[in-house]
């Protein structure tokens, strides 16, 4: 009997769940830190635009900005807009208007890219639904291809294409009508995605109770915003914060969580172990939630997963329904590569290979709850979930 690729078992579980997917392009342009906020990021040690944005928005992200952005969002503000000056100036572009949403640091990626897509059906000079969803498709392939490693960027162009056109052209009797229902299903789209992190913090905040202690790893918004809520509420807890390295996440996120008036320890990333046995439960965000019900998140989190899994403490995922990606991994290195700049503060001898990957996948085995604007889910629900969000 033949034996069966890695390839087509992941193409045939693929199917048996109805849908079907394609990897990314390995060899796409990424960019370099010197291009962070160019339009057209550049190519520079392959090191992943996602991860580049990332470290820009942490280094600059405050607890002041966080607040203002929270209570304008709860006020129902609309975002700031572009100025008036440059749209007229030159034509539109979706990249443009990406890079304007994106430069905001509380803002997430998928976020930004609803917004540009919004813009895009707003400025669209199509005359038929036909050219408008061509146009409206080719916006959103051009957003996803800005970072193929980018799960969420690519995730919430998916999601929003399914979402603004499942409501047939037919329903209208003119193409205005129909072209202003595409806009007010955009807007709503980016409404809800925009909410969806306070929507988690509130659910939260049933499994944090008194005197507990949260493992966190790495920097979440979203986390951030149920630590931020359980504040606000009193409650007393204490927090441990890995390092984070290369990139010291944990290191900013302490700060955030100091200035909250939070307990805080920082660890660094090798004791957690040691640690474990002072923790009640591990709460940590995610850059994607595959079809299994497990997530991809910053290097490091499948192995404090592991650790807890192993001495029973429960392991919390706190992640949007605009990060749920048709991917299915089969192991580690199942997964496009998105690498980041590593430095060891040392010369590193000629001839040593330096590991380089910015993410790594944790099965639903190892996950206790997913904390998300669609409820509280276990990871064996998240196939269901994510077939009902697709279709």
């Known amino acids: 009997m033949r034996h069966v690729t890695r390839k087509e078992r992941r193409e045939i ?8 997917t394609s990897r990314p392009n390995a060899d796409a342009p990424t960019s370099s830190p010197d291009s962070i906020m160019e339009p057209n990021p550049k190519p520079n040690h392959g090191i992943s635009a996602y991860y580049q944005t990332r470290a820009e928005h942490h280094a600059i992200i405050s607890g002041d900005w966080l607040s203002q952005a929270q209570a304008a969002a709860a006020a129902g503000h609309p975002p700031e807009e572009p100025p008036a000056s440059a749209a007229a100036s030159k034509p539109f572009s979706v990249i443009d208007e990406f890079n304007h949403w994106r430069r905001k640091p509380d803002l997430a990626e998928a976020v930004a890219a609803i917004m540009a897509l919004v813009a895009g059906i707003r400025s669209s000079d199509a005359t038929t639904m036909m050219e408008l969803e061509i146009e409206l498709k080719k916006a959103s392939d051009a957003l996803k291809s800005w970072d193929t490693t980018s799960i969420s960027l690519s995730a919430g162009c998916d999601l929003f294409m399914r979402y603004v056109t499942r409501t047939s052209a037919l329903e209208y009797d003119d193409f205005h009508a129909a072209k202003l229902r595409l806009i007010e299903r955009g807007e709503k789209f980016g409404e809800i995605s925009l909410k969806a992190r306070r929507t988690i913090a509130m659910l939260g905040q049933d499994f944090i109770f008194d005197g507990c202690t949260i493992l966190v790893h790495g920097f979440s918004r979203v986390v951030l915003e149920v630590l931020k809520l359980a504040a606000s509420n009193r409650k007393l807890f204490r927090v441990f914060c890995t390092e984070g390295r290369p990139d010291k996440t944990g290191l900013r996120l302490s700060k955030e969580l100091a200035t909250l008036g939070i307990p805080v320890k920082l660890l660094i990333d090798s004791a957690v172990a040691y640690a474990m046995d002072e923790v009640d439960m591990v709460l940590v965000g995610a850059d994607g939630v595959v079809e299994s019900g497990g997530v991809i998140n910053m290097m490091g989190t499948y192995q404090t997963a592991l650790v807890a899994h192993s001495m029973n403490k429960p392991v919390y995922v706190a992640a949007e329904s605009y990060k749920f990606a048709r991917l299915y991994p089969l192991d580690q290195k199942d997964l496009e590569p998105a690498l980041r700049l590593i430095e060891f503060g040392v010369p590193i001898p000629a001839g040593v290979e330096i590991e380089k990957s910015a993410r790594d996948y944790t099965p639903p085995q190892y996950l206790t709850l ?14 269901d979930e994510l077939i009902q969000l697709y279709l």
């Open 13 to 20: 579980r693929f199917f048996r769940c109805g849908g079907a």
């Open 370 to 383: 997913l904390f998300t604007d669609l409820g509280v889910l276990t990871p064996s629900v998240v196939s």
